[in-house]
């Protein structure tokens, strides 16, 4: 019944339509053209396309997308995978400033509020050389909004004010001010989300799941009448609710936020802590002339975890300086890149278990990629990247090896609206640091067999564009050979494993006047070591089968605007235990008042049809020792934001 209903839905607003720009890309990551980056998985989520779906975690973000999925809980634990793959295993970055992975296996990597996301940058598996290093299966590329993002034509000053509340007492408010004069920009935004623990749709309250995150961003920016651009950014990004956690090695409690308990013994709340600090200094040339147009940047970041019987940090200081060079057909980009990386923890537990210990890795780079069209239906992308890398395991022992990556694609196009794509890239992915909380936690980590990872990629496919309809279908495989054991047992941090995902995705969409609606599907079979991956597979990925996504809206007139967007997990029965089916609608009415400017009305229902589910990127679903966690029910909010 409700596959039923989620149908007729979607098929009522397909009928409709729904009113959305075209895509437009704003990055380098490109051929030539939207459609022929979409295809070799090098997609973006909008600015526009953030604001229909109106995220407050990451799981919103990527509302209606099949390829890229995100799991649930709270903010501390929510984790994102691209076609199965855990984004540890991608080239992160924000404002273009790498990001390290977690400290500790029950928590999210990246932890991020969406409230100033501008865009969202994914490739799957074919990453260019420009990418950055450890790129083995493609990239995530977040980019935050600016003042003069936010400032309206003719004003210095402004502001952004919105309160969100919802069911369970979910309380979201936000402050953001900005302002420009001459050459000078300046931004800063504040946001508090609290909740009470969620309920499921059965009527279960989720222990350990309420929302209690701080959220603080400053910008500032001088750009110079020729063009010079000189940006500074500081954020702080931290949730530290109550969370569920469990007795565990050495009998010291683990908070386990991605867990709704354990099946051996029972779960006890503390206080949890994840807490993300970056810093980002950029240079860049808007109007560059002749060949000179340069790119410098330096940053910092720090990803703390605090999980009660395990404490742990990773530190990232990078760089780059890179050129781009216009030619009659296209660009070329070259430069070079660096990484400074610690991952350092401490156990808090008797004997073995009070643990202490670090990791290091230095990384030096140098890349050069090009984005040509050489014939009228032809364009291609090229690139290479050599990286020399150092690391320095707990026991100080060190290791180092030089790698080299490679990446080609071309889109050509066969008639005037279909168009062939393919892509291949060889990836060095060089060495991972271990997990920060756990090093040398219950005996001291070995080394023997420690060696630096690789991997390959390639995807082709057909797209069909005719401006207001687009299809596109694609194959894709990612092979990464000789990943070294992150979580390692018994401290063997040279055991290695073989992580594969091969499948294939197509799309519809269409985009009209008033309107914009598209499907898309998802195929991903993902195998660690010859075998379907399993549910905790920690730093690797997740089992996601078939997924299928659903975004469509349609706009009134210019007050009002509905929509929705839906993800349906079909049944995967390749795990050694079944993973059942769930389809997740969430639908939303949008009201801009024509008689008071910059009041934005918006009523969101998530889960419309009361799904009880498990998240197919959840984790331990499946394992005998583990009490998977429910998804939130049917949840209602209203959203109102002023802008002045």
Known sequence: MRTQSLLLLGTCIWATGVAAQEPEFLGTVRIDSAGAQNLLGNAEITQDELEQRNPAGMSGVFAGESSVTASGGPAIAQKVYVNGIEESLLSVTIDGARQNKSAFHHTGNILLDPELLKSVEVSEGIAPADAGPNALAGGLAYTAKDAR???????????????????????RRS??????????EWLLSGTQHTSDDYKDADGKSVVGTEADLSSYALKLAYTSDSGKRLSFSASQTEDTGKRAAQRGPGGILFTRPDFFGTTTGPSTLTPGLSRRKSYTLTYTDEAPEGWFAPTAQISFNEQEIDASGVWGKNTSLSGFVKNEWQLSNGTVTAGVDFFREEAEGKGRGPGPFRSSGKEKLNSIGAFVQARQDLFDRLSVSYGARVDRQEFTGADNRKFEDTGVSANAAMDFMLTDTLSLTAGYASSWGGYELGEAALVNFGSPWRYDGFTSSKGRTGRVGLRFDNGTWAASAAVFKTEIEDLTAVLPRRGARGGTSDLLSQGYEASLSYTGENAFAKLNYTFADVELNNRTIGTTSYYFGRPVGKIIGLEAGYDLNDQWRVGGNAQIALENTDTPVKLPSYEVVNVYANYAPAGVKGLNIRLDVQNLFDESYVSRSADGFGNRRVIPLNEPGRRISLTASMRF
């Open 149 to 171: 993002d936010l400032l309206e034509d003719g004003k210095t000053m402004g502001g952004l004010a919105s309160v969100r509340y919802g069911t369970g007492n979910d309380l």
């Open 175 to 184: 402050l953001t001010l900005f302002g420009q004069q001459g050459g000078f």
